[in-house]
Structure formats: C-alpha cells, structure tokens
C-alpha cells in the first residue's frame, strides 16, 4: 500500500479505538517507514482540533525526533546489530515507563530485522505483557529473518516508495517549504522520504554542486582534480570547487545556529552539532549518495534515450556523454562500489583514502568502457 493508505488505515483504527499493540511496517527504515510512524504519532499526540496540525510543540518535535514520549532505537553502528543491552538497559525501561504528557507513548525500533537474538527474545515478553496506551513500531526493510514469535503478534503493513506527488503534498505538511520547493525535493529522491527531506537542507544544492564536478571529473579522466577532492574531503575544508557563497554554507554546516530549513539536518537530536568528525563522515556519506543518484541518472538514460528526462537537470550535459560510453553492467557495478564506500565511511574509515580508492576505480572503468566502446 502506498503511504497515504498506510496512514488511513491506522489513523481510522485510531479514530475507532482499535490501535494495535505493535505493527511492523516493512519499508525502507529510514524513509518511507520513518515519516509514517512520525505521522502517527503526530496524529496521536496533537491536541488540535484536527490532528496532526504540523505546527504546534508536539507535532515539531515528533518530526524532529525529539518528543520524550516517542523513543528510538536503532543498530549500533559498528556492529549492525540491536543487542541484548540496548534492548534491555535502554528500549525495555522507556515503553514501561509512565508518559511524560500523560497520554500515548511509543517504541520505534529502526532496523528490527537487525535484533540479535537475545535483544529480540527480550523484546517478545514486552510484547506479551504490553503496557498501557503504548503503540510499538518495527521498522525493517523486509521480514525475513525476524522471530515468527514476534511477527505473530504484529500488524504487519508493508509501505511502498512514495508516490512524487503525494511525497511533496507531504513535505509542504511536515516541513513548511513552498509547493514548487517540495516538488523538486520529491521528483529528485523518486519516492524515497529521507533523501527528499536531506534535499530541503540549505547544504544540499551545495553537496549536489560536488557530486556533479565529481561525475565530470571521473567521466572526463581528471584524476588529479578527483584526488584534491578526497584530500578536501578528509581534512574538512570546502572543496575547491565551490564559490564564495557556497564555502560559506560548507563551512557553516552543522553548526549551531546555522540555517536550516528541516529540522535535524547536521545537527544531534538535542540541538547540539556534532563533532567535526562526525560532520566529514555526514558531508562525505551524502556526496556518496548523490554520486549514486547521478550514476541512476545514467541508468535512466541509457534505458530511455529520447525520452529521458533528467531529475537533475544542471548535470544534463555530463550525464549524457557518460551513458554514452558506459556500459549498463559496469555502471551497476559503480552503484555498488559507492555504496560500500558510503558503509565504509559510515564505520569511520578513513575518509580521504576511501574516496581516492573510488575514484581511482570509478575512472579506471570509466576508461576500459570507453576503450571496450572504441573497439567495437
């Protein structure tokens, strides 16, 4: 079902007094199935007339991830795990324990399919004995692998990508940004509700405007320029390419205080900025996925020739003279290899080294299409 219906559903149990104890919403985690628990809880915790109102104390901070009735928990990031002590120590006490506003409370467990299985047998008597005007959510791409236990005792509701256009309807509600703003945001994350709220950061066309030079490097050979990059990358500073105005919000991001028009953009869940390492790991991991972005673009192209429409339309001119020397195996390939560089750097690699290393692979293929094309 798509969101919208997702969200009827619950919302017509709410209104009719039949919330289920737990649900399992097999989406991605951290899009489609993350904007849909906040919307219910959004629903569930506004005391408007007409909840949720998308305006008032309690629906901000249920979007910002920061409502104290509204509890997350999620793989450690190291080990991809949710462990027995998480389970125990931190997840169990918060859903027993009385509402701070004296109304519904909830449990979201971000990756459930992640539960080793002493956290997920730990986690089957809470729902045995389930505690009052509590709602718990599992969240988890697919169920495969998670108890049966478990599984029997949820309502499982299986959210598929967002439609463009109830996406951006979607992102006026919850973020405040003007109509043509969201439409760009949604037509660009093709239904994907996280990479769509990333994009409404003030940091994002600046990212975009790396990826890009990035991609015109690879495809055109320019390795030097790829390696400044990296260096750039691992040390912190603005990368050469960007102008004045744009090293400014490179500089600025994550700080507190800097503009943002999305809540929890670069910023911890108390409003604190993160340390600087941490802001290079982030900047570095959303250059990896618009590189990913670009490289679908490619797919695209190739596939649909005459009627492709690019999604964005300042890489135009690069995305075609890269579909036409590229392979559609070797460009699947280079999907692959940036995200796992995204993962590695999501384990606290060595930034400037892990994106040398790519881009030295991605021009290398790069290179044997464009030889592999010539001899044909």
Same mark, same amino acid.
């Given at each position: 079902?798509?969101?919208?219906?997702?969200?009827?559903?619950?919302?017509?149990?709410?209104?009719?007094? =039949?919330?289920?104890?737990?649900?399992?919403?097999?989406?991605?985690?951290?899009?489609?199935?993350?904007?849909?628990?906040?919307?219910?809880?959004?629903?569930?915790?506004?005391?408007?007339?007409?909840?949720?109102?998308?305006?008032?104390?309690?629906?901000?901070?249920?979007?910002?991830?920061?409502?104290?009735?509204?509890?997350?928990?999620?793989?450690?990031?190291?080990?991809?795990? $949710?462990?027995?002590?998480?389970?125990?120590?931190?997840?169990?006490?918060?859903?027993?324990?009385?509402?701070?506003?004296?109304?519904?409370?909830?449990?979201?467990?971000?990756?459930?399919?992640?539960?080793?299985?002493?956290?997920?047998?730990?986690?089957?008597?809470?729902?045995?004995?389930?505690?009052?005007?509590?709602?718990?959510?599992?969240?988890?791409?697919?169920?495969?692998?998670?108890?049966?236990?478990?599984?029997?005792?949820?309502?499982?509701?299986?959210?598929?990508?967002?439609?463009?256009?109830?996406?951006?309807?979607?992102?006026?509600?919850?973020?405040?940004?003007?109509?043509?703003?969201?439409?760009?945001? !949604?037509?660009?994350?093709?239904?994907?509700?996280?990479?769509?709220a990333a994009l409404l950061q003030d940091i994002a066309p600046v990212v975009r405007r790396v990826a890009i030079a990035w991609l015109e490097? $690879?495809?055109?050979?320019?390795r030097g320029f790829a390696a400044i990059l990296a260096d750039e990358m691992h040390r912190g500073v603005p990368p050469h390419v960007l102008?004045?105005?744009?090293?400014?919000?490179?500089?600025?991001?994550?700080?507190?205080?800097?503009?943002?028009?999305?809540?929890?953009?670069?910023?911890?869940?108390?409003?604190?900025?993160?340390? !600087?390492?941490?802001?290079? =790991?982030?900047?570095?991991?959303?250059?990896?996925?618009?590189?990913?972005?670009?490289?679908?673009? $490619?797919?695209?192209?190739?596939?649909?020739?005459?009627?492709?429409?690019?999604?964005?339309?300042?890489?135009?001119?690069?995305?075609?003279?890269?579909?036409?020397?590229?392979?559609?195996?070797?460009?699947?390939?280079?999907?692959?290899?940036?995200?796992?560089?995204?993962? !590695?750097?999501?384990?606290?690699?060595?930034?400037?080294?892990?994106?040398?290393?790519?881009?030295e692979e991605l021009i290398d293929h790069a290179e044997e299409d464009r030889t592999a094309l010539q001899g044909s």
């Amino acid at each position: 079902m798509t969101p919208d219906h997702a969200y009827a559903f619950v919302a017509h149990s709410i209104a009719a007094g =039949r919330l289920a104890q737990a649900y399992v919403v097999a989406a991605p985690p951290r899009g489609a199935g993350e904007v849909f628990v906040k919307r219910v809880m959004s629903r569930l915790l506004c005391r408007e007339d007409q909840p949720p109102c998308g305006h008032c104390t309690r629906c901000t901070t249920v979007a910002k991830g920061t409502h104290p009735d509204v509890h997350w928990i999620e793989p450690q990031k190291k080990s991809r795990v $949710i462990g027995i002590d998480a389970m125990r120590d931190e997840f169990m006490p918060e859903i027993q324990r009385t509402s701070f506003e004296g109304g519904w409370k909830a449990g979201v467990i971000v990756g459930a399919d992640c539960l080793n299985n002493a956290a997920a047998n730990a986690f089957l008597k809470t729902l045995e004995e389930p505690p009052e005007n509590a709602v718990i959510f599992l969240l988890a791409t697919g169920t495969e692998g998670m108890l049966p236990t478990i599984l029997s005792r949820c309502q499982e509701l299986r959210v598929n990508p967002w439609p463009e256009d109830e996406l951006a309807a979607l992102l006026c509600e919850l973020h405040g940004v003007e109509a043509a703003e969201s439409v760009a945001a !949604a037509t660009v994350a093709a239904g994907n509700a996280r990479r769509a709220a990333a994009l409404l950061q003030d940091i994002a066309p600046v990212v975009r405007r790396v990826a890009i030079a990035w991609l015109e490097w $690879i495809t055109t050979r320019r390795r030097g320029f790829a390696a400044i990059l990296a260096d750039e990358m691992h040390r912190g500073v603005p990368p050469h390419v960007l102008n004045e105005n744009q090293a400014s919000v490179w500089k600025g991001y994550g700080k507190k205080g800097a503009t943002d028009r999305r809540s929890g953009g670069g910023k911890a869940a108390d409003g604190v900025a993160p340390g !600087a390492a941490g802001l290079r =790991r982030d900047l570095a991991i959303q250059l990896c996925e618009w590189l990913v972005l670009l490289y679908s673009e $490619i797919m695209k192209c190739r596939e649909l020739q005459d009627t492709w429409r690019p999604r964005v339309p300042e890489a135009r001119e690069v995305i075609l003279q890269a579909a036409a020397s590229r392979s559609t195996d070797s460009v699947l390939g280079d999907m692959a290899r940036i995200d796992a560089c995204c993962a !590695a750097i999501d384990r606290n690699l060595n930034i400037g080294l892990l994106l040398a290393v790519l881009s030295e692979e991605l021009i290398d293929h790069a290179e044997e299409d464009r030889t592999a094309l010539q001899g044909s």
